[in-house]
């Protein structure tokens, strides 16, 4: 049975059937063509953490495949009264696919062992493949074929986001080069390091301009927590913290003066949702290489490719 948890498991083959298979999606839908592949079939899609675009990108791309989602938020379900094993092998009698946003992939990892539906890594602290896999799609479409993809950069703290990403851009033979204040320590996964440094395409550095320098895309993430704020206003308890977060991460900031002066041909990427001002300023956003709304996009027509391929069915395309 397939899963899609950290894309350690996945080959290159697999990865660029699974761009493919986006493309073709997309083209068909963009053309008015109905994609209903999967009639009859159910999506139980579980959230123990927010989402606005994963939640809507699998929900809607279901819809799309003919199928159905179910959108269970972990708060409003049994899940805090009864053993996680036990309350997921139940939900899993419902549909053909878990998607399962996750505090702890080990919980993903669970789901997946039980083998009874294939299970996908929503974002977990330590993955994100399905945005990934996208990114990949909305790179591909604006570089005009995977293998114009040279070099990618990656700005800010290292995490879930830029473990997938650098991962899968490593098996496809993009160099992808890292300029990051700080790692994500939850997020850490040695055995996908030392994989993803094997390539001989990863490259670490302190310094944001050597590593924009010749990139085709730029990439961030946020790197400051919400959680510190209220109403706008930092809260007494995390003014600390918040202070030594924007010292450490501001010279990362993925803005227009870094794009203009380092690498004025590259595309602006961001998974979202965007801090502004932090990791990525206003004038990023809007600037004239921003391809961050059509990267939004591409995740439901990666979805839908992640579905039929997971389920077997991309023959069908
Ligand atoms: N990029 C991403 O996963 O967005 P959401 O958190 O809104 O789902």
Redesign the pocket.
Known sequence: MRHLISLKEQSRADILNLISLAQKLKTKRNAGELTNYLPNKTLVMLFQ????????SFEAGMTELGGHSIFLDAKNTQFSLADFGDEIQAVMRFGQALMF?AMKVADVELAASFNRVPVID??SEKY?PA?ALSDLLTMTEVAGGVDKIKKIAWLGMENN?SNTLMLACAKLGIEVAIAAAEVDANSVDAELNIMAEATGKITRTTDPREAVAGADFVHTDTWMNMEFFDGGAVKPDFKEEYERRLAMFKPYQLNAELINSMAPNARIMH???CHVGYEISRDAIDHPNSVIFDQ?EN?MHMQKAILLWLLEQEHLV
């Open positions: 953490k927010s989402s606005t675009r994963t939640r809507l946003r929503a974002c994100h945005q986001v998974c979202m949702p939004a995740r």
